[in-house]
């Protein structure tokens, strides 16, 4: 079975172009993804990644310069808008509310436009917003908006839900309310889909992610399929006479106010190694830790690997741009298996 067929949402090879000629900017530049049913995806990613680009493009609010979005197996984002529009919640970062409307009014019109809207008063509830719901839009906060426009996005429960930065701006309360929101309707079946810059949310949210730097995926896969390809670290102080010179590992080992840190790509083995020498010498290691590299290292890590490479790239794509006769062609969406 083709991955799209399996899937709630897949993007194959997706390109996005600003402007033409010698403006042109390529924001996307060939992302491939697939998101399964009921699953939690995050796409992370340094500022100006390509993260609303592409999330805007799945949404079918702009149609891909070059590849192929398909949502629910076979729908096009941009053709089959109307027949997607009822099953998908849509967050955006910047939320379009009327003004001169309180906050149940505005969940009110939107539960008129939903197919089977949960009751306004919980979806009120839900989102922490029900001490505001008489409060007009223009008095509320940016953390409050952000909480309406997480209200109205799931008002219906849908299919598959589109979250970009839903955070952003909201207190520790407000973001631990919109995890439990979002956890809630994932356990109900939804498939979702957020961008984020916190990478505990995507930590504690997502099932897959996918790490954006300047238009590409750079990494993508389970938080451990991530962190797995970058340093582990050990640590630990030793007691007496011994020193960080006397262990029996090779890589990087440093010495900090007593305190011994192996950075290795070969946790277990390097882990052993020094455990068996300290039983061998009768060293105490006091309080020894062995930890994987955390997302957030990964994450640095991807970025500044990637950035060298890049600028090769960019190079290359410029050359695209400036090239009218080939950017007009490459307008032209090309379909592909
Ligand atoms: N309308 C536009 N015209 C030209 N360039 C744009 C336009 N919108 C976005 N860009 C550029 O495209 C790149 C990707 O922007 P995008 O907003 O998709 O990034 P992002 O990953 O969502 O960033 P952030 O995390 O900072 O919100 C950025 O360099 C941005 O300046």
């Known amino acids: 079975m083709a991955a799209s067929e399996s899937s709630h949402i897949h993007a194959h090879d997706v390109w996005r172009r600003y402007g033409r000629g010698k403006s042109a900017f390529m924001a996307v530049r060939g992302v491939s993804f697939t998101v399964r049913p009921g699953s939690l995806f995050a796409l992370l990613g340094t500022n100006g990644a390509g993260k609303t680009s592409t999330v805007e ?5 702009a149609a891909p310069h070059r590849g192929r979005i398909r949502l629910f197996g076979d729908l096009d984002p941009v053709a089959d808008r109307a027949r997607i529009r009822p099953r998908t919640g849509v967050m955006l970062q910047e939320g379009g509310f009327t003004a001169h409307l309180t906050a149940r009014e505005s969940i009110g019109m939107w539960a008129g436009l939903t197919s089977r809207p949960r009751p306004v008063a919980q979806a009120l509830e839900l989102a922490g917003l029900s001490h505001r719901a008489d ?13 309406l426009d997480l209200a109205i996005a799931t008002l219906g429960s849908p299919e598959v839900l589109f979250l970009d930065e839903p955070t952003a701006g909201m207190d520790a309360e407000g973001r631990h309310a919109t995890w439990r929101l979002v956890k809630e309707l994932r356990e109900q079946g939804s498939t979702i889909l957020l961008t984020t810059h916190y990478l505990e949310e995507a930590e504690s949210l997502a099932d897959e992610l996918a790490i954006m730097h300047r238009g590409r995926i750079a990494a993508s896969g389970t938080v451990s399929e991530i962190v797995s390809g970058h340093p582990a670290t050990l640590s630990f102080r030793l007691s007496g006479q011994w020193s960080a010179q006397d262990l029996p590992v090779g ?32 060293v105490e290691l006091d309080r020894f830790t062995a930890r994987p590299a955390s997302l957030e290292e990964a994450f640095i890590s991807i970025a500044r690997v990637t950035d060298d490479h890049d600028d090769h790239a960019d190079a290359i794509d410029a050359g695209d741009g400036n090239d009218d006769a080939a950017a007009d062609d490459a307008a032209e969406p090309q379909e592909k298996a």
């Open 135 to 147: 409060v007009l839009v223009k008095n509320l906060s940016g953390g409050e908006k952000r909480r």
């Open 251 to 282: 890589g990087t080992v440093e010495e900090q106010g007593g305190r011994i840190t192996v950075t290795t790509g070969q946790l277990q083995k390097d882990a052993a190694r020094i455990l068996a020498w300290a039983e061998d010498h009768g």
């Open 57 to 61: 493009m799945l949404e079918g609010l």
